[in-house]
């Protein structure tokens, strides 16, 4: 009797451990297909990680940019779109001129300063190292309610009207450029320039030959002050950078402002193929096209000390990417694919 009950009880622990066996086992096929799974999507992620030139671990750090206003909100953009990529990132954006933004950077006050002029010799003697980012232009605007805006809009200005204007101080009234005008009343001009060290004054003496020091007028701060200055005044006369003169949600000049066409040919009036100043993209295909002036139209750069380092090479490496489908609406024009290329082999 007792021999049986052994017996019995053997055979009930080996049926149990038969039946957790199976139980394993199965368990086991189904969780194998998951791993494959997961290993393979965690493969995936480290070859886009690789191939976008990130490291695998995520990106954190502290990135403060400084300096031109031109290239303000296309900054502002891209620094929203890498955090939305890097939340443990935090970017610091603030403008306040070209000047400041190459100062900050060599003093080393910022890991980026926006640059919208060329890069002076003596800021490269210091130690200055750039990339371009992006290009854009600065235009000539007057208020939208000038007694002479069918004149202006119509005919355009020759460059010589605006060294004339700036650098000899040689007119003084509109109808000295439209004397068959038939507009009446005050016609005397009122020119306007930048106050502070900046890309547009500087871009904008190139074109007419100097340098910002030389430019004459009422020194206004910033790119919105100026726009807003000569928005403000029916007989005033400035310049601005293409993100301030036109409105980035209806792509329309800015209301208030109207471009004053450049008279390229110089045959005393604006062809069609000089009338491209109607909306921001026209006027964008216009500097691609080189239809546009180079200058005023120019390269954008971001300048450091020597060189960009940690998570500020790799959100400059992202700009010049991934980050260059944000210039168009933003109001930009995106670099070239070989230009995008010479630029990141300077910081590779």
């Known amino acids: 009797m007792n021999m049986n009950r052994r017996t019995t009880g053997s055979r009930a622990f080996v049926s149990a ?48 940019v400084s300096g031109a206003w031109a290239l303000y909100p296309l900054m502002v953009k891209w620094a929203e779109e890498f955090q939305k990529i890097h939340p443990q990132v935090k970017i610091d954006v603030s403008a306040g001129g070209a000047g400041k933004g190459a100062a900050d950077a060599l003093g080393g006050l910022v890991d980026i300063g926006m640059v919208s002029r060329d890069i002076f010799p003596a800021e490269i003697e210091k130690g200055a190292f ?43 009234n509109w109808k000295d450029v439209f004397p068959q005008s038939k507009a009446f009343g005050k016609t005397d001009l009122h020119v306007y320039t930048r106050g502070d060290a900046a890309g547009a004054p500087e871009t904008w003496a190139k074109y007419l030959g100097k340098k910002q ?48 066409p450049i008279d390229v040919n110089e045959n005393g009036k604006i062809d069609p193929e000089e009338n491209f100043y109607g909306t921001l993209d026209d006027v964008n295909r216009a500097i691609s096209d080189k239809a546009y002036p180079w200058p005023p139209a120019r390269e954008l750069y971001l300048v450091t000390l020597r060189e960009f380092k940690g998570v500020t090479r790799e959100f400059v490496r992202w700009l ?29």
């Open 130 to 172: 750039f990339v371009g980012a992006a290009i854009d232009a600065v235009v000539p605007v007057a208020s939208a309610g000038n007694p002479l805006k069918d004149d202006i809009l119509a005919r355009g200005f020759k460059r010589q009207v605006f060294v004339d204007i700036w650098i000899n101080g040689k007119t003084a």
């Open 320 to 348: 010049l990417t991934d980050g260059q489908q944000y210039a168009p609406e933003a109001g930009f024009i995106p670099l070239s694919k070989e230009k995008t290329q010479s630029e990141l082999a300077k910081i590779r």
């Open 17 to 64: 451990v038969a039946y957790m066996l199976v139980i394993a086992l199965l368990l086991n096929a189904c969780a194998a297909p998951a791993k494959q799974a997961a290993g393979q999507a965690q493969q995936t992620r480290s070859s886009a990680q690789v191939q976008s030139g990130q490291s695998s671990s995520e990106l954190s750090g502290k990135i403060a």
């Open 213 to 260: 020091e030389d430019l004459q007028g009422t020194g206004v701060y910033g790119d919105p002050g100026l726009a807003e200055a000569v928005r403000r005044d029916p007989l005033g006369i400035g310049f601005n950078n293409t993100s301030y003169a036109y409105d980035m949600k209806s792509r329309k000049q800015l209301e208030g402002l109207i471009v004053i």
